[in-house]
């Protein structure tokens, strides 16, 4: 038996998004849910433990990042990522797909995989998509994703139906790679911005979903409303029984409108790097901390927040934390950010079983600037 199932505990009359409980061998994720980045297997700057008081359920790792630094053989010495990082919950790992087409200036792909420079030394290297699951299996990551051909906005109708092509056929490949009943495989569906196309990836990629589905080549560069067309467009095909994972969001406002287009489960680095220049996320919007005005300011980033950044600190010496270059600014918005979207999917759970997404969704962008 698989140790994977996904429950649909409610869903929004107004909206038909849904809270779900995905069972994973690392504990129950509820959906909808953010995943914070730790692409080298860590989020940027922050212990475990200060993650998990931030309140999240699962965290994202990266495969092409993993497997030049420090290498898989090593992680999977160490007993896998979990314990190599000391993280018990849940942990997904992307394919490294995305980072071999946009990390890698030079790069050659084929039907047979991709081969590429690494970004850090220059040397050669080749994923295929068996490579590609035979390093996240030693990772031994909760979900896997599939290896797939992400394709940059803007580009010619044929060379996404040929990405398309090449991403199924891969996806056959990665799901004939064998993994244990602890990993689940995610299939990415591709199709950039051409409906008929994500139709057809999606379509062609259901088989091969057995608890999740994700959605990949969007928040590449397009405008928002291309984004939230190609999800109004792919949502009454779905598969019910399983979460739908939109890869690299995690803007407050592309969160509540994805959520109301059928979306479960969002990543990005998006509050961790903004943290670092000294930005805050807030329900009325982002928030410049190193700004000048906030110089005497001594409330905190935000007044109802309960992380530990306002829990003891304030707008004035995070600011001057972060004009003097010091860590510790850039760490207490991280958790701040964090903590935010935490926040902010827990009050669209609030909405959905009070059957209100769609009243919550008004409210919040009559205050939310963005």
Known sequence: MSEFKYDIIKECKQTGARIGRLTTPHGIVETPCFMPVGTMATVKSLSPEEVKETGSQIILSNTYHLYLRPGHGIIERAGGLHNFMRWDRAILTDSGGFQVFSLSRLRKITDEGVEFNSFIDGSTHFFSPEKSIEIQRALGSDIVMAFDECTESGIKKQKAADAVERTIKWLERCANTPLPETQMLFPIVQGN??????????????????????????????EKPVMYRMLDVMRPYYPNNMPRYLMGVGSADCIVEAVCRGIDMMDCVLPTRIARNGTAMTMRGDLTIRNAEFKEDFSPVEEDCDCYACRNYTRAYIRHLIKADEIFGGRLLAIHNIRFLMRLTDKIKEAIRADRLGDFREEFFKNYEN
């Open 193 to 222: 911005m051409f409906e008929d196309l994500r139709l057809e990836s999606l379509e062609r990629s259901i088989p091969y979903a057995k608890c999740g589905i994700a959605i990949g080549g969007l928040s590449v560069g397009e």
